[in-house]
C-alpha cells in the first residue's frame, strides 16, 4: 500500500471521528439519570419561553419546586435530593394552548469539560385529540453531583403520530 493511501485512510478515519460525528452524539453517555418528575401544568411559571436550569443546592431546588407547581393545592412534597452526591436539571417548554406536548429525553452526555443535555420537544400530529386547556410541559431530572458546565441542545420537534396507536 503506498504511504499517500495510508494518509489519505487516516486523515478519513479521523475526520468522521471527529468532525462528522452527529451533534449530540459524541462523548460518553450518563448513565446515572433519575427522573424525579414530569408534568404538563407549569403555566404559572414567571419565565416565557424555554427554561433550562442547572439547581445544585436543596434550597434553589425547593424555590423551583413550589414555582413550577404554583397551580396545585396542595403542592407535592419535595423530593429529597441529596445535593452533596446530586444535582437537578430542570427542562420546561414554553406554554401551549392544548395538551398533547410533552418533552423528550434528555439524552445526557459527557463531552470533553461540560456535560450536554439533549431534548427535544414533542407536538401531538393531526390525528391527535387533545384537551382543551393551557399547559406548559417540565421536567425534573437528577444527575450526579458535577462543577461541568452543562450545555443545553435543543432538538427538532418531534411530532407524535395518534393513528399509530
Same mark, same amino acid.
Given at each position: 500500500?503506498?504511504?499517500s493511501?495510508?494518509?489519505v485512510i487516516m486523515i478519513t478515519a479521523?475526520?468522521?471521528s471527529c468532525s462528522d460525528t452527529p451533534a449530540g452524539e459524541e462523548g460518553v453517555v450518563l448513565e446515572d439519570v433519575v427522573e424525579i418528575e414530569f408534568g404538563s401544568n407549569a403555566h404559572y411559571y414567571p419565565q416565557e419561553g424555554d427554561v433550562t436550569k442547572k439547581i445544585s443546592s436543596g434550597s434553589v431546588f425547593q424555590q423551583e419546586w413550589e414555582t413550577v407547581h404554583q397551580s396545585m393545592i396542595p403542592i407535592p412534597e419535595l423530593p429529597e435530593v441529596n445535593f452533596n452526591e446530586r444535582m437537578v436539571i430542570l427542562l420546561m417548554i414554553e406554554g401551549k394552548s392544548t395538551g398533547g406536548y410533552t418533552i423528550d429525553g434528555p439524552q445526557i452526555r459527557l463531552v470533553d469539560d461540560q456535560i450536554v443535555v439533549k431534548y427535544a420537544e414533542v407536538h401531538p400530529g393531526n390525528s391527535c385529540g387533545t384537551t382543551q386547556a393551557l399547559t406548559r410541559p417540565y421536567k425534573f431530572i437528577s444527575i450526579p453531583k #458535577?462543577?461541568?458546565n452543562i450545555k443545553f441542545q435543543k432538538g427538532k420537534t418531534i411530532f407524535f403520530?395518534? #393513528?399509530k396507536l
Open positions: 500500500m503506498k504511504f493511501t495510508v494518509v479521523m475526520g468522521l #458535577s462543577d461541568k403520530d395518534c #393513528s
